[in-house]
């Protein structure tokens, strides 16, 4: 999965038909105060110019407080393409959840969570915000206190949601969206004491019983690498705002699906 440069088109001959490429472009991260205006109205305005699907992973607000989510939905309005997301670990701060992902509803804003998934124009939108718990052999097991059965249960059950979401769909091609990372290659870069808490193997061992997920999209690692493959050899990109940043003025990136 290589991705498009901003300005750059699919290929001739990939317009029309069944075989058509989506122009997919992901962002997350964006942390919206409540003392900011516009602060991403440029952002969306771009990527409606530059794609055909937005992808918001997580974290679009920063303490998930209702203020913050009206400036969002301000500069999102300046995108008329379908837009699919995921809440992030920051959009839960201030308890209320459940009324963040009703104003991003309610404003057209397809989230994912729960089992939840969609198709646009061939190409499946799967995904959820995903959970922590660490990668491969460090992962944490459900063994000991109650408290860590219980830990290692919610991330289980995040894991299961993306699983329900993926097996939902009919699609040849599909995007997986997450807030958390399903791999460690992304989050390489971060303090290697907190890379249990940017994300699961649990997330990458779904993804990868699914022959039909081409490309998964996921923030929170600020300082992680922009890309990395799960075992089964998916790509997965880091779309954190602040990563992006490091690669170029582009705030966004796009990919080919």
């Known amino acids: 999965m290589t991705p498009l440069t901003e300005g750059q088109t699919p290929q001739p001959g990939l317009e029309h038909g069944p075989a058509r490429k989506l ?3 992901a962002v997350g991260d964006l942390h919206v105060t409540e003392t900011q205006t516009g602060p991403h109205r440029d952002l969306f305005a771009r990527a409606h110019e530059a794609a055909d699907v937005l992808c918001l992973c997580g974290d679009l607000v920063n303490f998930g407080k209702t203020r913050e989510v009206e400036i969002l939905l301000e500069d999102i309005h300046a995108c008329s393409i379908p837009v ?3 809440l ?6 201030c308890g209320q959840p459940d009324e963040v992902e009703r104003l991003l509803s309610q404003a057209g804003v397809k989230l994912l969570g729960d089992g939840r998934a969609y198709e646009i124009e061939g190409v499946g939108f799967a995904g959820g915000k995903g959970f922590i718990g660490g990668f491969g052999r460090y992962m944490l097991s ?3 206190e109650a408290s860590i ?3 290692v249960q919610e991330a289980v059950e995040d894991a299961n949601h993306v699983e329900t979401s993926i097996r939902s769909l009919r699609t040849e091609r599909s995007v997986v969206v997450l807030h958390y990372a399903p791999v460690v290659d992304t ?3 971060e303090p290697p004491e907190i890379h249990a808490f940017l994300g699961s193997s649990r997330l990458a ?3 990868d019983r699914y022959e039909n997920v081409s490309l998964v999209v996921h923030g929170h690692a600020h300082r992680g690498a922009p890309e990395g493959k799960t075992k089964g050899g998916v790509p997965v990109f880091n779309v954190s705002l602040p990563v992006l940043k490091q690669l170029g003025p582009t705030p ?3 990919f080919e699906v």
């Open 142 to 144: 459900s063994f000991g």
């Open 84 to 86: 699919v997301g995921v």
């Open 187 to 189: 989050v390489i870069g």
């Open 205 to 207: 061992e779904v993804i």
């Open 88 to 93: 992030g670990n920051h959009e839960h701060e």
């Open 149 to 151: 059965k219980a830990f």
């Open 23 to 25: 122009r997919v472009a």
């Open 252 to 254: 966004y990136r796009v």
